[in-house]
């Protein structure tokens, strides 16, 4: 049995979907359905089971599980950048994972992590995928630090040469429709211009950078599903590995992107970031990718402008979701 937690969530649902491809659906899904909906990722994907978080978590601290668990891929987190309980993401990000990372340990299976590009900060100490680097990182936000909180745990114990973890960089594609205001700018700019034929973009706050020439590096979550079942496929690669594109596309470029799959002309307002997002926000992000390709990924990544074609004709205009 596989497991994925987060399977309901954006990437975790678009990774069932592409397992189920495959011909895979004995997989438990643990998730927190909450209120949202998220559910609706589900109707489509095929599993053996699913359970609630705080059930599994239970059962994993309590008696031993007869479970043929043969690997984990740990997607479940709260990946809100602007949460404030630290507490809420301390115990959800960190605890939680440390002792599903036991759990696997204790019953021997492949474990396949979400970090996240947010623990590399402002990116002044670079984009390497290098876990001898990452205690000088210096992530903006709570949320990067908690992801950060369990890279660091897991080169303590040494467990980064058994475990893998994956630092996403901005994915956005279908079934991330539930993230409210985590949703990706193509979900967003999509709306906008059907509702006032405008998108809007942060002004730049900073002179070496224009007004939406702030760049990230983006990536298609179909890309990135299948960078992430590369280490499914090849269970003696371990470590921590960028999950990018390695190149570095400006804010500008993502909107007029949207704006041609939608067959319409750019129109662009820049207006002021909010004073607390100012010193949080970053300029520059873009994957260093050449650890993953030296572990024998060799898949290209989708262009920017047909990834958002793909997702804006495909999935959006269509109302549609990932699976069959």
């Given at each position: 049995?596989?497991l994925?937690?987060?399977?309901?969530?954006f990437?975790?649902s678009?990774?069932?979907a592409?397992?189920?491809?495959?011909?895979v659906?004995?997989?438990?899904?643990v998730?927190?359905l909450?209120?949202?909906?998220?559910?609706?990722?589900?109707?489509r994907?095929?599993?053996?089971?699913?359970?609630?978080?705080?059930?599994?978590?239970?059962?994993?601290a309590g008696?031993p599980?007869d479970?043929?668990?043969?690997?984990?891929?740990?997607?479940?987190?709260?990946?809100?950048?602007?949460?404030t309980?630290?507490?809420?993401?301390a115990?959800n990000n960190?605890?939680?994972?440390?002792?599903?990372?036991?759990w696997?340990?204790?019953?021997?299976?492949?474990?396949v992590?979400?970090?996240?590009?947010?623990?590399?900060?402002?990116?002044?100490?670079?984009?390497?995928?290098n876990?001898?680097?990452?205690?000088?990182?210096?992530?903006?936000?709570?949320?990067?630090?908690?992801?950060q909180?369990?890279?660091?745990?897991c080169?303590?114990?040494?467990?980064l040469?058994r475990?893998?973890?994956?630092k996403?960089?901005?994915v956005?594609?279908p079934?991330?429709y539930?993230?409210?205001d985590?949703?990706?700018f193509?979900?967003?700019?999509?709306?906008?211009?059907n509702?006032?034929?405008?998108?809007?973009?942060?002004?730049s706050?900073?002179?070496?950078y224009?007004?939406?020439?702030?760049?990230?590096?983006?990536?298609?979550?179909?890309d990135?599903?299948?960078?992430?079942?590369?280490?499914?496929?090849?269970?003696?690669?371990?470590?921590l590995?960028?999950?990018?594109?390695?190149?570095?596309?400006?804010w500008?470029?993502?909107?007029?992107a949207?704006?041609a799959a939608?067959?319409?002309?750019?129109?662009?307002d820049?207006?002021?970031?909010?004073e607390?997002?100012?010193?949080?926000?970053q300029?520059?992000?873009?994957?260093?990718?050449?650890?993953?390709?030296a572990a024998g990924?060799?898949?290209?990544?989708?262009p920017?402008?047909?990834a958002v074609?793909?997702?804006?004709?495909?999935?959006?205009?269509?109302?549609?979701?990932?699976?069959?």
């Open positions: 049995m596989l994925v937690t987060g399977g309901a969530g990437i975790g678009a990774l069932v592409a397992l189920n491809k495959r011909g659906e004995d997989i438990l899904i998730d927190i909450g209120h949202d909906q998220r559910w609706k990722n589900l109707r994907l095929r599993f053996a089971d699913y359970m609630e978080a705080d059930d599994f978590s239970d059962m994993v008696e599980m479970w043929d668990v043969e690997a984990i891929v740990h997607l479940g987190a709260c990946s809100d950048t602007t949460e309980d630290c507490s809420y993401l115990k960190f605890e939680f994972s440390k002792l599903l990372a036991g696997a340990l204790e019953i021997g299976a492949r474990f992590y979400a970090s996240s590009a947010a623990t590399y900060g402002d990116g002044a100490q670079g984009f390497a995928d876990a001898s680097q990452i205690q000088s990182l210096l992530p903006l936000n709570m949320y990067g630090y908690s992801k909180m369990f890279d660091l745990w080169r303590q114990k040494g467990l040469e475990f893998v973890g994956l996403y960089f901005n956005f594609g079934n991330e539930h993230k409210a985590m949703r990706s193509v979900l967003k700019a999509f709306e906008q211009i509702a006032e034929g405008r998108v809007r973009l942060f002004k706050h900073r002179p070496d224009g007004d939406g020439q702030q760049v990230r590096d983006f990536i298609y979550v179909k990135a599903v299948e960078m992430t079942l590369f280490f499914l496929d090849n269970p003696d690669v371990c470590g590995f960028n999950i990018g594109t390695g190149q570095a596309r400006s500008d470029d993502l909107a007029k949207v704006f939608m067959g319409k002309a750019p129109a662009i820049y207006v002021d970031m909010p607390t997002l100012r010193d949080k926000y300029y520059f992000t873009q994957a260093e990718m050449g650890k993953l390709r990924y060799a898949a290209p990544t989708l920017l402008e047909d074609e793909d997702y804006v004709q495909n999935y959006l205009m269509k109302d549609e979701y990932l699976g069959d």
